[in-house]
């Protein structure tokens, strides 16, 4: 992966930076944000990280995560150049309207559009921690443990660890660096995957009993009801989508989470050579061949009906 | 890793080879044996294949695994070189008693005994698979496909998938190799982790809906009646006791297992240094330090509390 030679003297030439990522930011966004702002800092830069919406407690484990901001002001933003992470567009991180000094985009993210002064997109890259790894390496940087954590991070919520159909030789070679940073694999994996709280594992529970096998597809839900019987929240439903493909023939697993009065938020995940990205941007949405999502306004009935007419499986 | 010397001479000088592993063969037994047979047969070597038990169908995936023989005479190895693998004394692979013409050990677990006239013993490797694939590289063969695939899924069964403590750089770089060679991480992991039937799911959902946290015990049971409701069985329980440790707050998760009235079979699993096998030994079964297991029998509402006395948590 060749990091743009006009990305690199950018990020030498300008000294503030806002690192933005998108809204409801997962691993990859946070991960991939708090390492690159380290390393910009380490070559004298300023830098400030915002991301609209608060960082969930499970990524508290990630070093400097409080670094993040959810306030920002134009005030501010007009003298600092944008770095815009693992999104391309300014709606995806809800920060449209701010006037910056430049722009830069560094996302793993297929996009059409063409927003930033620089942009350097890579959809064969598994995670953005993976062109950011290599962005640090050709800034002339050593990886610190504290960078190596947030990118391990980044690359294993992106890859399921190392069990998704985007795991690359690169994505293995990468995390052998990070793991020889200081990366403990083991307690990273504890922290993602065994530190769920007792509401969440109801909630969980909860879920698996709304499963609905169509054909090749299983759905599950949650309502906002079930978040109130159990004190949880949508924060709380991150690898939900993905659990259904336990089951053999499954080959889609839709899990459909209510954000208001016939109002859900789809999440696909497929396996094998079953697009779901194709599915979801036929649906207004957007994401990866095995990872995709969308938002549709119905009731909870009509939108299976609907989903599963497009992905005609 | 330095694979000794005279293991590759000893391995270009010999032309027979009775290749062992242990009883209940698992993933790493099963590939790292596979694969240096193929490696040897690429030499001009003759290979046996032997193992006590059947290859579970759960390996089936595994190429050449048919290639496995569970009987063996006296007849035809004392002039074969036998060489042990993923274990260390006859007695694991019940072989005892058999005379071969020499002998070699290839294994990553700890001893104290001194079987073979070479022993390469390396604790520190995460899988036997590492130790074959630097032996097949030193031996001058490419990996091919199929050997890639019985590496990469030793590797991957003996370290959770990259997920436990023994997950190091080496692993990863290895593994880097064997996906370039042509495994597929995700084909893998679907065939070890992806394939439960419908009715096994419901039987998990049915489980989780038994959760009662006691302190930080996590129980869950499967009742008679509850297979009865799914069409499953026993088999079908397997990894059960272990996925209530994804709660936080939970430091040994037991699963109650009903055998007939009044009479279960409890499975601990715990984290870190929890010692689950002293518990188990005390009501009379055993096990390791962080997965135990014994019988007892009484009504289920006793057994519980009787566990939980012996436990204190």
Request: hydrophobic share 40%.
């Given at each position: ?217 299983a759905i599950t ?56 990205a194709l599915i ?34």
């Amino acid at each position: 992966m060749k990091v743009p030679d006009k990305l690199i003297s950018f990020l030498k030439s300008e000294e503030k930076y806002f690192i933005v990522t998108h809204i409801n930011p997962d691993g990859d966004a946070i991960g991939s944000s708090l390492a690159l702002s380290m390393a910009l800092e380490m070559l004298g830069k300023e830098t400030f990280l915002y991301v609209r919406d608060p960082i969930p407690e499970f990524y508290h484990y990630l070093p400097s995560y409080e670094m993040f901001t959810n306030s920002i002001s134009s005030l501010v933003t007009h003298h600092s150049s944008l770095i815009l992470i693992d999104c391309n567009t300014p709606k995806r991180a809800e920060i449209e309207g701010l006037s910056f000094k430049s722009s830069v985009v560094i996302d793993h993210h297929e996009t059409e559009e063409a927003f930033g002064d620089i942009q350097w997109i890579v959809p064969e890259a598994s995670a953005t921690g993976m062109m950011v790894f290599y962005l640090i390496k050709e800034l002339g940087i050593s990886i610190t443990r504290e960078m190596a954590i947030n990118l391990y991070s980044a690359i294993a919520i992106d890859t399921g660890t190392f069990r998704y159909g985007n795991t690359t030789p690169e994505a293995f070679k990468i995390a052998a660096n990070l793991v020889e940073a200081g990366v403990s694999p083991a307690y990273i994996s504890n922290r993602l995957y065994e530190t769920w709280s007792k509401e969440r594992f109801a909630l969980f529970s909860m879920t698996l009993n709304t499963l609905e096998i169509r054909g090749a597809v299983a759905i599950t839900y949650v309502t906002q009801e079930m978040y109130q019987k159990t004190g949880t929240g949508p924060g709380d439903t991150e690898n939900f989508p993905s659990f259904p493909r336990i089951i053999k023939d499954v080959k889609v697993s839709a899990f459909f989470r209510e954000l208001g009065v016939d109002s859900w938020k789809v999440s696909l995940r497929s396996k094998g050579d079953i697009n779901v990205a194709l599915i979801a941007s036929q649906l207004g949405g957007g994401g990866h061949k095995n990872a995709a999502g969308f938002v549709i306004k119905s009731d909870l009935g009509s939108a299976k009906e609907t989903l599963l007419k497009t992905l005609q499986l």
